[in-house]
């Protein structure tokens, strides 16, 4: 078997060369030439919204929405008091197919008939077709 000195004896105790134009690379540097190459770029995170769940649609019966009609006449009856109110509604996702239920605690200030919104102390804005349930704390 032939020894890798006897290949290399010339070379093989010469000092290692260092340019003396170009700065040594740092370890982390070298490292990061050898990093995992992403050619699926994207690829995660469409596997991901994939997998994101989410509501179907409401689809109330119509004592449901009678219920509901009900309380938005209370709403409006108890309005000039500010009262707090919890809604919980419906929003539709903007990538797929359904959505997810939201809830929202506050008072309402005023209820606009022109745009069918509720419009909250804070700035919010629910459409009342959104609406699933209407709670005022009060009962």
């Known amino acids: 078997m032939k020894n890798i000195r006897d290949d290399y004896s010339d070379i093989i105790d010469l000092p290692h060369h260092q340019s003396k ?3 040594h690379m740092s370890l982390h540097d070298r490292a990061a030439q050898f990093a995992p190459f992403a050619a699926l770029t994207g690829y995660s995170e469409a596997i991901r919204e994939t997998g994101r769940l989410t509501d179907e649609a409401p689809d109330m019966s119509d004592q449901a929405k009678a219920e509901l009609d ?4 209370m709403l409006r009856f108890l309005l000039p008091q500010l009262p707090e109110i919890t809604m919980t509604f ?11 239920y939201e809830k929202i605690t506050g008072k309402v200030k005023r209820i606009d008939e022109a745009s069918r919104r509720i ?8 459409e009342i077709d959104r609406l699933t349930g ?6």
């Open 119 to 126: 419009i909250m102390e804070l700035g919010e804005q629910i």
């Open 134 to 139: 209407l709670e005022f704390e009060n009962s």
């Open 90 to 100: 419906f929003t539709e996702d903007e990538r797929k197919s359904g959505g997810r």
């Open 21 to 23: 134009t170009r700065k």
């Open 70 to 73: 009900e309380k938005l006449e």
